[in-house]
Protein backbone atom coordinates (compact mmCIF):
# COMPACT_ATOMS: atom_id res chain seq x y z
CA UNK A 1 0.00 0.00 0.00
CA UNK A 2 2.48 2.61 1.04
CA UNK A 3 4.74 1.47 -2.27
CA UNK A 4 1.37 2.38 -4.46
CA UNK A 5 0.85 5.67 -2.31
CA UNK A 6 4.74 7.13 -3.00
CA UNK A 7 4.33 5.90 -7.12
CA UNK A 8 1.13 8.22 -7.21
CA UNK A 9 3.25 11.04 -5.52
CA UNK A 10 6.20 10.72 -8.16
CA UNK A 11 3.39 10.78 -10.82
CA UNK A 12 2.00 13.68 -9.86
CA UNK A 13 2.65 16.13 -6.97
CA UNK A 14 6.48 15.01 -7.18
CA UNK A 15 6.82 14.27 -10.80
CA UNK A 16 8.23 17.43 -11.98
CA UNK A 17 10.46 18.28 -8.82
CA UNK A 18 12.24 15.37 -9.89
CA UNK A 19 12.72 15.78 -13.61
CA UNK A 20 13.82 19.24 -13.24
CA UNK A 21 16.93 18.10 -11.00
CA UNK A 22 20.08 17.90 -12.57
CA UNK A 23 24.02 17.55 -11.30
CA UNK A 24 25.11 15.73 -8.86
CA UNK A 25 25.31 15.94 -5.31
CA UNK A 26 29.22 16.07 -3.67
CA UNK A 27 28.50 12.27 -1.92
CA UNK A 28 27.63 11.32 -5.41
CA UNK A 29 30.02 12.29 -7.58
CA UNK A 30 32.82 10.90 -4.68
CA UNK A 31 31.40 7.37 -4.93
CA UNK A 32 30.88 7.78 -8.85
CA UNK A 33 34.49 8.93 -9.42
CA UNK A 34 36.28 6.47 -6.65
CA UNK A 35 34.50 3.28 -7.73
CA UNK A 36 33.43 3.69 -11.38
CA UNK A 37 36.40 2.86 -13.19
CA UNK A 38 36.18 0.74 -15.70
CA UNK A 39 34.34 2.76 -18.61
CA UNK A 40 33.75 -0.96 -20.60
CA UNK A 41 31.70 -2.25 -17.63
CA UNK A 42 28.05 -2.08 -17.69
CA UNK A 43 25.72 -0.38 -15.20
CA UNK A 44 22.38 -0.51 -14.07
CA UNK A 45 20.19 2.69 -12.41
CA UNK A 46 17.41 1.80 -9.74
CA UNK A 47 14.99 4.20 -9.14
CA UNK A 48 15.78 6.54 -11.96
CA UNK A 49 13.80 9.25 -11.82
CA UNK A 50 14.05 11.90 -14.82
CA UNK A 51 17.68 10.45 -15.38
CA UNK A 52 20.04 12.69 -13.25
CA UNK A 53 22.62 10.49 -12.46
CA UNK A 54 22.13 7.59 -15.42
CA UNK A 55 22.95 10.52 -17.87
CA UNK A 56 25.96 11.95 -15.71
CA UNK A 57 27.19 8.30 -15.89
CA UNK A 58 27.11 8.48 -19.47
CA UNK A 59 29.14 11.68 -19.54
CA UNK A 60 31.81 9.55 -17.89
CA UNK A 61 32.22 7.48 -20.95
CA UNK A 62 30.35 4.36 -19.65
CA UNK A 63 28.53 3.51 -23.11
CA UNK A 64 26.91 0.19 -21.47
CA UNK A 65 23.73 1.87 -19.69
CA UNK A 66 20.30 0.71 -17.94
CA UNK A 67 18.22 2.30 -16.00
CA UNK A 68 14.54 1.68 -14.85
CA UNK A 69 11.83 3.09 -12.79
CA UNK A 70 8.28 2.15 -11.40
CA UNK A 71 6.74 5.35 -12.53
CA UNK A 72 5.63 5.27 -16.18
CA UNK A 73 5.64 9.02 -16.66
CA UNK A 74 9.44 9.08 -15.64
CA UNK A 75 10.36 6.74 -17.78
CA UNK A 76 8.37 8.26 -20.80
CA UNK A 77 10.44 11.87 -20.31
CA UNK A 78 13.60 10.08 -19.65
CA UNK A 79 13.02 8.14 -23.25
CA UNK A 80 12.11 12.15 -24.73
CA UNK A 81 15.79 13.33 -23.14
CA UNK A 82 17.44 10.47 -24.56
CA UNK A 83 16.35 11.21 -28.25
CA UNK A 84 17.52 14.78 -27.11
CA UNK A 85 20.81 13.86 -25.84
CA UNK A 86 21.48 10.84 -28.53
CA UNK A 87 21.86 9.35 -25.24
CA UNK A 88 22.62 5.22 -25.32
CA UNK A 89 20.74 4.41 -21.85
CA UNK A 90 18.44 1.63 -22.08
CA UNK A 91 15.24 2.70 -20.27
CA UNK A 92 12.37 0.56 -18.75
CA UNK A 93 9.73 0.60 -16.12
CA UNK A 94 10.40 -2.06 -13.17
CA UNK A 95 9.93 -2.71 -9.46
CA UNK A 96 12.83 -3.15 -7.19
CA UNK A 97 11.60 -6.47 -6.00
CA UNK A 98 10.59 -7.92 -9.54
CA UNK A 99 13.73 -7.18 -12.16
CA UNK A 100 12.81 -10.80 -14.17
CA UNK A 101 13.06 -8.53 -17.86
CA UNK A 102 17.11 -8.98 -16.84
CA UNK A 103 19.34 -11.21 -16.54
CA UNK A 104 21.05 -12.84 -14.03
CA UNK A 105 25.18 -11.88 -13.80
CA UNK A 106 24.87 -8.83 -15.92
CA UNK A 107 25.79 -5.73 -14.20
CA UNK A 108 29.54 -4.93 -13.18
CA UNK A 109 28.20 -1.42 -11.20
CA UNK A 110 25.00 -1.37 -9.79
CA UNK A 111 23.47 2.32 -8.41
CA UNK A 112 20.86 1.97 -5.76
CA UNK A 113 20.99 5.77 -5.22
CA UNK A 114 18.59 8.33 -4.37
CA UNK A 115 17.40 6.53 -1.58
CA UNK A 116 15.18 4.41 -4.03
CA UNK A 117 14.62 1.67 -1.22
CA UNK A 118 13.50 3.77 0.92
CA UNK A 119 10.06 4.38 -0.64
CA UNK A 120 8.83 0.36 -0.49
CA UNK A 121 7.43 -1.45 1.92
CA UNK A 122 10.08 -2.64 4.41
CA UNK A 123 8.46 -6.54 3.84
CA UNK A 124 9.40 -5.85 -0.24
CA UNK A 125 13.02 -4.92 1.18
CA UNK A 126 14.30 -8.96 1.29
CA UNK A 127 13.22 -9.37 -2.08
CA UNK A 128 14.97 -5.87 -3.92
CA UNK A 129 18.00 -6.54 -2.20
CA UNK A 130 17.83 -10.30 -3.40
CA UNK A 131 17.25 -9.01 -6.80
CA UNK A 132 20.06 -6.68 -6.98
CA UNK A 133 21.70 -9.77 -5.64
CA UNK A 134 20.94 -11.57 -8.61
CA UNK A 135 21.34 -9.45 -11.67
CA UNK A 136 25.24 -8.51 -10.52
CA UNK A 137 28.19 -9.86 -11.71
CA UNK A 138 30.54 -11.63 -9.29
CA UNK A 139 32.95 -9.09 -7.10
CA UNK A 140 30.29 -6.73 -9.00
CA UNK A 141 30.17 -2.93 -7.15
CA UNK A 142 27.01 -1.51 -5.44
CA UNK A 143 26.58 2.25 -4.13
CA UNK A 144 23.17 2.37 -1.90
CA UNK A 145 21.63 5.50 -0.05
CA UNK A 146 18.91 5.45 2.53
CA UNK A 147 17.52 8.37 4.51
CA UNK A 148 19.66 8.94 7.93
CA UNK A 149 17.49 8.44 10.63
CA UNK A 150 20.01 10.97 12.57
CA UNK A 151 19.95 13.58 10.45
CA UNK A 152 16.47 14.91 11.25
CA UNK A 153 16.49 15.51 15.11
CA UNK A 154 12.88 15.32 15.27
CA UNK A 155 12.37 11.84 14.05
CA UNK A 156 12.37 9.95 17.56
CA UNK A 157 9.73 12.44 18.93
CA UNK A 158 7.68 11.83 15.37
CA UNK A 159 7.85 8.41 15.93
CA UNK A 160 6.39 8.17 19.06
CA UNK A 161 3.15 10.48 17.58
CA UNK A 162 2.95 8.40 14.77
CA UNK A 163 2.98 5.61 16.12
CA UNK A 164 0.15 6.71 19.07
CA UNK A 165 -2.10 7.17 16.60
CA UNK A 166 -1.53 3.91 14.90
CA UNK A 167 -2.28 2.11 17.99
CA UNK A 168 -5.56 3.69 18.67
CA UNK A 169 -6.76 3.40 15.01
CA UNK A 170 -5.42 -0.98 15.89
CA UNK A 171 -2.52 -0.58 12.85
CA UNK A 172 0.75 -2.16 12.66
CA UNK A 173 3.49 0.07 14.83
CA UNK A 174 6.96 0.77 12.91
CA UNK A 175 9.24 3.11 15.12
CA UNK A 176 11.50 3.94 11.38
CA UNK A 177 8.69 3.69 8.68
CA UNK A 178 7.19 7.33 9.05
CA UNK A 179 4.96 9.23 7.33
CA UNK A 180 6.12 12.21 4.66
CA UNK A 181 6.61 15.83 6.28
CA UNK A 182 6.74 17.56 3.17
CA UNK A 183 5.38 16.63 0.03
CA UNK A 184 6.89 19.27 -2.77
CA UNK A 185 8.02 22.32 -0.64
CA UNK A 186 4.84 22.29 1.53
CA UNK A 187 4.27 20.60 5.12
CA UNK A 188 1.90 17.64 4.87
CA UNK A 189 -1.16 18.49 7.33
CA UNK A 190 -2.44 15.31 6.93
CA UNK A 191 0.78 13.31 7.91
CA UNK A 192 -1.23 11.43 10.95
CA UNK A 193 -3.57 10.41 9.13
CA UNK A 194 -4.77 6.51 7.81
CA UNK A 195 -3.31 5.83 4.55
CA UNK A 196 -0.35 8.52 3.88
CA UNK A 197 2.56 8.00 1.78
CA UNK A 198 5.74 6.59 3.58
CA UNK A 199 9.67 6.20 3.84
CA UNK A 200 11.94 4.48 5.78
CA UNK A 201 14.43 5.61 7.96
CA UNK A 202 17.92 3.79 8.54
CA UNK A 203 20.56 4.24 10.97
CA UNK A 204 23.93 3.45 10.17
CA UNK A 205 24.51 0.05 12.00
CA UNK A 206 20.77 -0.77 10.64
CA UNK A 207 22.26 -0.66 6.92
CA UNK A 208 25.12 -2.03 7.48
CA UNK A 209 23.67 -5.06 9.06
CA UNK A 210 21.13 -5.19 6.59
CA UNK A 211 23.15 -5.27 4.06
CA UNK A 212 25.54 -8.25 5.33
CA UNK A 213 22.98 -9.98 5.89
CA UNK A 214 21.61 -9.44 1.69
CA UNK A 215 25.10 -11.28 0.94
CA UNK A 216 26.96 -7.88 0.06
CA UNK A 217 30.32 -7.04 2.08
CA UNK A 218 30.17 -3.23 2.39
CA UNK A 219 33.41 -1.21 1.72
CA UNK A 220 32.69 2.25 2.60
CA UNK A 221 30.18 4.36 4.49
CA UNK A 222 29.84 8.06 4.53
CA UNK A 223 27.39 10.56 5.58
CA UNK A 224 29.06 13.72 4.90
CA UNK A 225 31.94 14.53 3.27
CA UNK A 226 33.67 16.42 5.91
CA UNK A 227 33.25 17.19 9.57
CA UNK A 228 31.72 20.75 9.06
CA UNK A 229 28.67 19.12 6.65
CA UNK A 230 25.24 18.33 8.21
CA UNK A 231 24.37 14.93 8.70
CA UNK A 232 23.07 13.53 4.91
CA UNK A 233 22.29 10.30 3.67
CA UNK A 234 23.96 7.22 4.51
CA UNK A 235 26.03 6.26 1.36
CA UNK A 236 27.26 3.23 1.34
CA UNK A 237 29.53 1.22 -1.43
CA UNK A 238 29.16 -2.67 -1.25
CA UNK A 239 30.62 -5.91 -3.41
CA UNK A 240 28.55 -8.51 -3.91
CA UNK A 241 29.52 -11.90 -1.91
Same mark, same amino acid.
Given at each position: ??? $????????????????????????? &?????????? +???????????????????????????????????????????????????????? &? %????????????? =????????????????????????????? &???? =????? *??? $???????? *???? %?????????? +??? +??????? $???????? +????????????????? %????????????? &??????????? %???????????
Amino acid at each position: MHE $NLNKELYSNKLFKVWVDKYNLIPLE &EYFLKKYLLN +KNGKVIEAGTGGGRLIFEIEKLGFKKLDAFDYVNNMINFCKEKKKQLKSRVNFKVA &E %VNDLSYYNSLDFD =YLIYLQQVLCFIDKEDLPKAFSEAHRIGK &ENSI =YLFSF *LNW $NSKIYNPF *LSIL %VNFFRILRNE +KTS +KYQLPWL $NIGGRFNR +KFLNRNQPQNSWFKEKH %VRDLLEKSNFSVI &EIKSKMSDLDK %VGHIHVVCKKR
